[in-house]
C-alpha cells in the first residue's frame, strides 16, 4: 500500500537520537551493538517530506494511529502493563505515556502552525519527563483517552483546512524551518517508531 511504504520510510528502528525529537532512550535501543544514529540524521528522517502521501491520506494515517495504539495494548493485563521485560526498555505504561505526552506536544505544534504566522516551536528533553512526571504510575486508560482526543481533535481541524495550509510553516529552535505536513508526518512516524517495542515486551510477557 503505498501510505504504508510512504510512512514507513522512516529508516531505522534502532535510532538512539533523542534530543529534540521527544523520543525515549529507553526504547531506542542502544545496545544492540548498531551503530548510534547521529541525532541530525534521526531528526531528517522524521521530519523529511517527500510528497508520496496525499494530504488526505496523511490524514487518515494520522487518525488511524488512536486505533493502532488501542489494539497494540488491548487485552494486557495490569501486571503485564508495568512489567518491564526487555533490560534496559520502558513498561508499556511508561511507553504509552511517552506516546501521550509526546502528543500534547504535537498537537500543540499542529495547531500553533495552522493559527499563528510561523509560530517559534520549542523542544524539550524527554528523559527528564519520563522520571519527573513519573510514567511508570500514570493510568494507560486515561493515557490512551488523552492520546485519542488530541488526534480527533488535531484530525478535525486538519480536514477543515484548504490544501494551502499544508504550505504554512514553524521555526522550530533546533530544525529550523517546518512545514504543517512535516509536522503531521512525524507525529505519525513516531507512534509508528514505538509501536514495535509495545509488540516486543508482549512477546517475551505472552511467551
Ligand atoms: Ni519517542
Not at 532512550?25 to 517527500?50: F, I, K, R, V
Not at 505504561?93 to 506516546?99: N, R
Not at 494507560?140 to 488530541?150: H, I, K, N, R, Y
Amino acid at each position: 500500500m503505498k501510505v504504508i511504504r510512504a510512512l514507513d520510510n522512516q529508516g531505522d528502528e534502532n535510532s538512539t537520537a533523542v534530543a529534540s525529537l521527544m523520543c525515549g532512550p529507553l526504547d531506542h535501543p542502544s545496545d544492540n551493538g548498531d551503530a548510534e544514529m547521529p541525532t541530525t540524521d534521526y531528526t531528517s528522517m522524521m521530519q523529511g517530506d517527500n510528497d508520496s502521501i496525499g494530504n488526505a491520506e496523511l490524514i487518515d494515517a494520522y487518525e488511524k494511529g488512536i486505533d493502532e495504539l488501542r489494539t497494540a495494548v488491548a487485552g494486557m493485563t495490569p501486571e503485564q502493563i508495568l512489567a518491564r521485560p526487555v533490560p534496559g526498555k520502558w513498561s508499556t505504561v511508561e511507553c504509552v505515556g511517552h506516546l501521550a505526552d509526546t502528543e500534547v506536544f504535537f498537537t500543540d505544534r499542529i495547531v500553533r502552525t495552522i493559527a499563528l504566522d510561523r509560530p517559534l516551536l520549542m523542544s524539550a528533553d524527554e528523559k527528564l519527563y519520563t522520571e519527573r512526571l513519573r510514567y511508570q504510575e500514570f493510568d494507560l486508560t486515561e493515557q490512551l483517552a488523552l492520546f485519542s482526543a488530541l488526534r480527533r481533535h488535531a484530525t478535525r481541524i486538519l480536514r477543515m483546512q484548504l490544501p494551502e495550509a499544508w504550505r504554512r510553516i514553524a521555526v522550530h529552535n533546533e530544525s529550523g524551518i517546518l512545514t504543517l505536513r512535516q509536522l503531521v508526518l512525524q507525529a505519525v512516524r513516531h507512534l509508528r517508531h514505538h509501536l514495535p517495542f509495545i509488540a516486543e515486551k508482549r512477546a517475551v510477557l505472552e511467551k
